[in-house]
Structure formats: C-alpha cells, structure tokens
C-alpha cells in the first residue's frame, strides 16, 4: 500500500490540518489507513479531537502499541525518525517501516529537509501544500531544489485556505492552475470552523458537518484513489465517520 | 445586486447570504509581479527567462559596514505620511493577461 508524503516548504500552510483531513477521509472510503506525525509540534493528534496532553503511541520497529482515533491508526514517528536505525531501514529500504497492509500517511514539518528527501524516496506520493499568499508562492522554488516545479513527477499541489472574496486569492487559485495544470490535486476553501473544531477538541467532520471544506476535502480523496489506483471507479458513495 | 442573484436567493428563501459582486471577472488572472516572478524563475520553469529585475542588493566584504557613514536624522514626517504619498503616485500594475496566459501555454508545449 502507498506511502503518502505531506511536505511544504513553508511551515504554517496547513499540512497537518490537511493530513487529519485525508486520513479521515481515506478511512472512511473503506480503507486502512495510518497517520503518523513526524513533527516537533505534536499537533496532527488535535486535528482528531484529542488533548494536547494526550500522548500519541511512538512508532516503532516491528509491532507495538496501536491507537485508532476516527478510524485511523494514529502515531508519532519524531524521535524514532532521529535514530540510527531509522536512517539505516529508510537506507536499505528493506525493513517493514510501513505496514504493507495500509496507506501510510506522513506529515513532515517543513524545515526537516533531510527527513523529507528520506521519505520522497520511498513516497508513491508527495503533496505540497501552498496558500494563496505570496510568502507561500514565493517557496516554490523550494519544493525540490534541483528540479523544477513543472518537472516533478511525485509531487501534487493542494492550494488551501481559499477565499473567493479576496483578488488575489481568486487570481492565484487560476495561476497555480495554469502553472501546474494537472498536478494541481485540489483546493479546499477557508472556513474558520476548522479552527473551531480545534478549539473545541472535535473533528470537524463533528463539529461543522456543512463546512464547506468537508466535500473539498472528498473530492481530494477521490483524486488520491484516482492517483494511486486505490479504486477502479473513483465515485464511490461516502460517509465520513466522527 | 443583480436581478438573477435577487431570484435565486428569494427561491432559496435565504436571507442570511452575503451578496458581493467582483469587480474583475472571476477568470481573469492579474500578472501580480509575485507570479512574474515565478514564471521568470529557472527553479520553478525550467526556463532561463530574466525579464523582472528584483531589489537592487550590494554585496561588500562585512569590514565595509563599519565604514559606512551614519545618516543624519531626518525630520520626523507625519504618521502615515507614506500611504497619502502612495496614493498619490502610479497606480498598481494592471493585468497582462495576454503575456501571462501565452507564457503558460509555451510552458505547457514544453512540458
């Protein structure tokens, strides 16, 4: 099964959120799904409902421990992804780093760039989140130096916290359209009820079940399947659990 | 608000939406010099095209700075003085839609 890499250049753009959301959604479109949080911050798990002083189990070599959270098998992968023997399994490539029987999603923080070129090379996806705002646009360069953006080949593009109200936000939804044609994923609208649900530790599945970043988010799901052949039709009905 | 809108939102029955109308058409792109500057960059293109010119950036040896001379203060000018001073000059940029848009296209032949 796929491993799914979330990485942006620029911290603050939503990849967490973003991560909970298609973990979420992939669960319930019937599959296996594990998130882990490759971050210092430790916040994916707020994205699920949970406290701040709730741990997440630690990932680990071979087993452990497993907490499912919304249907998905949620961890913190951060001080394993400092260790020797991280780095050796990510090298050789042949230890069970990721369940073979689920997707795996990765939610790396922007400045750990090592860790980043560590698991594009085992990545079947990479997705790039970008906000409509220039000190964003401006990382572009960055996502893979050495390679042009309109030469990567893992890559997709997700263009978050949308606002039609707003010029520049119209204009750069229709630029990075334009520039990334087919390897721009989706967008997902803003709405404040995401930081809402935060505040009130719930999912926002739960607490805001008519935001509008709820069918964005489908319809980025869908795309994934469609992307990593995880469905052979990617319309399929849908209920996103809480 | 447009007769049609006005239709919708009385069919709907909704009277707690917001009505705004653009200004510029929904798909019409601006060239906001951020987006010139990704279209010229090499990284983002793959493309060698310097056609916007950035900052002007001196690069001296670090012992230069202390050589520096100190600029004597100058007046204090009145708070926000700058935006009237703004608004008084050029407007911004307007939109080269048509350099853009061939721009993208000759992107996507490439590619």
Redesign the interface.
């Given at each position: 099964m796929p491993l799914i890499l979330i990485h942006s250049p620029k911290g603050g753009v939503g990849s967490t959120f973003l991560t909970a959301q298609i973990a979420m959604h992939l669960s319930a479109r019937g599959h296996q799904v594990t998130a882990i949080d490759f971050t210092y911050q430790d916040s994916l798990k707020l994205h699920f409902g949970m406290l701040p002083n709730q741990a997440l189990v630690e990932m680990s070599f071979g087993g452990g421990e497993t907490m499912m959270v919304s249907g998905v098998d949620l961890m913190t992968g951060h001080a394993l992804s400092r260790t020797p023997e991280f780095a050796e399994a990510i090298r050789l490539a042949d230890a069970p780093l990721f369940d073979p029987a689920r997707i795996t999603i990765a939610d790396v923080s922007a400045d750990d760039r090592i860790l980043k070129g560590q698991l594009l090379a085992h990545a079947d996806l990479h997705l790039c989140t970008l906000l409509p705002r220039?000190a964003s646009?401006?990382t572009?360069?960055q996502v893979e130096?050495g390679t042009?953006?309109?030469?990567l080949t893992k890559t997709m593009f997700l263009l978050n916290q949308l606002d039609?109200?707003h010029?520049?936000s119209?204009?750069t939804h229709?630029?990075i359209r334009?520039?990334t044609?087919d390897r721009l994923m989706g967008s997902v609208r803003r709405d404040e009820a995401v930081n809402e649900a935060l505040a009130m530790f719930e999912p926002l599945t739960k607490f805001a079940p008519s935001s509008v970043v709820i069918p964005d988010m489908t319809r980025i799901a869908a795309a994934i399947e469609e992307r990593l052949g995880l469905v052979e039709t990617a319309d399929q009905p849908e209920v996103v659990r809480s | 608000m447009r007769q049609d809108a006005r239709n919708l939102l009385e069919r709907l029955s909704r009277k707690d939406f917001k009505y705004q109308q653009f200004a510029d058409p929904y798909a019409d792109m601006e060239l906001w010099p951020i987006f010139q500057a990704l279209l010229t960059d090499e990284r983002v293109t793959g493309t060698d095209t310097r056609e916007l010119r950035g900052a002007e950036v001196q690069i001296r040896p670090r012992d230069d700075r202390q050589e520096k001379p100190v600029e004597a203060a100058r007046p204090r000018a009145p708070l926000f003085e700058r935006y009237n001073q703004r608004a008084a000059a050029q407007p911004p940029r307007g939109g080269d839609v048509v350099n853009m848009r061939s721009f993208l296209d000759r992107l996507s032949d490439k590619n």
């Open positions: 220039p646009l401006a572009l360069p130096p042009p953006v309109t030469e039609d109200r010029r520049l119209r204009h229709s630029f334009e520039l044609r | -």
